[in-house]
């Protein structure tokens, strides 16, 4: 997408990390260590949203900033708490903001292609195309991409901009688009709210393909009732956006978990 001005003097500036995370012990200093190693980084924040294990420590040990919710409070929160925290220690210049997910682990790493376009000065924010996810069984990860159609069509239908993964968590924003899209829509509506409204600002956005690993969620029950969850948020955020698709934001709940046959 094109059509907003580039802020000035563009270049160089560092970059601030904001992890969200939410009982990711077993993989938040993996995750935190592979971004200390991201040039550009200079400050990474974990956002510990009411976890009731060792996150915050962990993240700590690892040499991140650590800002706690005292419940959870959800991604978007936690994404604004990191930003402030990051504010709080910018300079004259402030810096741009990378958020990504906290179980990336090591390949948090090659995370690292979403700053370029915006340090250069050709996005205002770029969104991580991640490859196909597996589990750690090496079954297939994901559902039947209900989520992403209703998400993609209603970006589309907003802006006229169908992107290839609406829901990446993975993405780098200049201050100044961060601070346009806020407030930011809340639960797993964030991330879709979020190229509507910089997008309709005219802001550009650039998608960059990203070899990053996460914990996918596979087809049984929990990982049916997960997308359920995003299918409720994103067709909510797009309502308030006027942004549903003309079929009226696709299937129904009934149509994603149908009734077993009795017969």
Same mark, same amino acid.
């Given at each position: 997408?094109?059509?907003?001005? /580039?802020?000035?003097? /563009?270049?160089?500036? !560092? ?10 012990? !077993? ?35 690892? $040499? ?12 978007? !929160? ?7 925290? %990051? ?29 370029? /376009? ?8 770029? %969104? ?40 990446? $968590? ?12 806020? /407030?930011? !829509?809340? $639960? ?7 190229? %509507? ?12 393909? %990203? ?53």
């Amino acid at each position: 997408m094109s059509g907003h001005d /580039p802020s000035p003097e /563009p270049y160089q500036r !560092a970059v601030g990390c904001v992890i969200p995370a939410k009982d990711e012990v !077993a993989r938040i200093a993996a995750t935190v260590d592979a971004v200390h190693k991201i040039i550009g980084v200079d400050l990474v924040v974990v956002v510990d949203d009411g976890s009731s294990d060792g996150t915050a420590a962990a993240a700590e040990q690892a $040499g991140a900033v650590v800002v706690r919710h005292d419940r959870n409070r959800g991604k978007a !929160a936690a994404m604004e708490t990191g930003a402030a925290a %990051i504010a709080a220690r910018d300079g004259a210049r402030a810096r741009h903001l990378l958020f990504l997910d906290a179980d990336l682990t090591d390949s948090a790493l090659a995370a690292a292609p979403l700053i370029e /376009p915006v340090q250069s000065g050709r996005a205002d924010m770029t %969104i991580g195309t991640l490859p196909a996810q597996v589990r750690a069984d090496g079954s297939k990860a994901g559902g039947h991409g209900f989520v992403v159609r209703l998400a993609r069509a209603g970006i589309e239908e907003a802006t006229g901009w169908a992107p290839e993964q609406p829901l990446s $968590g993975q993405r780098c924003l200049t201050r100044a688009a961060f601070d346009a899209a806020v /407030p930011l !829509a809340s $639960g797993f509506g964030v991330e879709t709210a979020l190229s %509507i409204d910089l997008g309709r600002k005219g802001f550009r956005i650039v998608e960059v393909p %990203i070899e990053v690993r996460h914990r996918a969620t596979g087809t049984d029950l929990r990982g049916q009732l997960h997308r359920a969850k995003q299918y409720l948020h994103v067709r909510r955020a797009l309502a308030a956006r006027s942004a549903l698709p003309a079929d009226g934001g696709g299937p129904s709940l009934r149509s994603l978990f149908p009734r077993k046959s009795t017969q």
